[in-house]
């Protein structure tokens, strides 16, 4: 089994639908995050959380939300899709004990494809 | 704003042939660089780190790279290229005294038989 799970790994939906990509993980990690790709941008990160108490935005959080249930779960959602959301998304995990030194290495689940119609 | 650049969105080489990917970054101040790679319908893997230790690492499935302050480059090269390298490659920056990882735009590798 993946060390980083993602669902759903595909959805499609249309404009206005409200929409929830979960994660779980099973590394035992404090970090985790939300990235989206797209083609020729790279990976954006939208929203991290350092602890279950703790939750930022990245750089592009703007539509987007997110719950810390636990250690081991992080989940996206987006109140009211729009196609330009229309990407792949990725969740991600870190084990850094001391923030000034972060030297992490990021555990990647496979990816969420979400199509907003 | 700390940044890296990616020079080239499609490389292709044949197989056997010397690779070589760039990165370059944008800091007064050396940070982490990291190389990721993402092959086909998966998540990214990191390749290899530099975090202020020996100026050239080396990572998985031969690749290598090193970093030149005085180029404020991280480049990837691996000497023979195999098919199964063909991925997108992922360069990345922590600046320092900060916690996020920055991407850059990619890099997809094409090998040629």
């Known amino acids: 089994d993946a060390d980083v799970t993602q669902t759903p790994r595909n959805r499609i939906t249309k404009t206005g639908k409200r929409i929830m990509l979960e994660c779980s993980q099973t590394?035992?990690?404090?970090?985790m995050y939300w990235y989206r790709q797209d083609p020729g941008l790279g990976l954006r990160l939208i929203y991290y959380?350092?602890?279950?108490?703790?939750?930022n935005k990245g750089e592009i959080s703007d539509g987007y939300s997110v719950s810390r249930q636990a250690q081991a779960k992080f989940s996206l959602s987006l109140e009211s899709a729009i196609p330009n959301q229309t990407a792949l998304y990725f969740c991600?995990?870190?084990?850094?004990?001391?923030?000034?030194?972060?030297?992490?290495?990021?555990?990647f689940g496979e990816g969420s494809r979400l199509t907003v119609l | 704003a700390q940044s890296v650049t990616q020079l080239g969105s499609h490389v292709s080489v044949s197989e056997g042939a010397l690779v070589l990917l760039r990165c370059n970054y944008s800091?007064?101040?050396?940070?982490?660089l990291f190389w990721y790679v993402q092959y086909p319908n998966q998540g990214l893997q990191l390749l290899l780190k530099?975090?202020?230790?020996?100026?050239l690492v080396k990572g998985i499935n031969g690749f290598e790279a090193e970093f030149k302050k005085s180029e404020t480059s991280f480049h990837l090269t691996k000497p023979s290229a195999h098919m199964s390298d063909a991925a997108e490659y992922f360069c990345?920056?922590?600046?320092?005294?900060?916690?996020?990882?920055?991407f850059g735009t990619g890099t997809r590798l094409q090998v040629f038989p």
């Open positions: 590394k035992g990690h404090d970090r």
């Open positions: 530099y975090t202020s230790a020996a100026t």
């Open positions: 990345a920056v922590t600046p320092y005294n900060t916690d996020k990882l920055i």
């Open positions: 991600a995990t870190s084990d850094e004990a001391d923030p000034a030194a972060n030297t992490g290495e990021l555990f």
């Open positions: 800091s007064s101040v050396p940070p982490y």
């Open positions: 959380s350092f602890d279950v108490k703790d939750i």
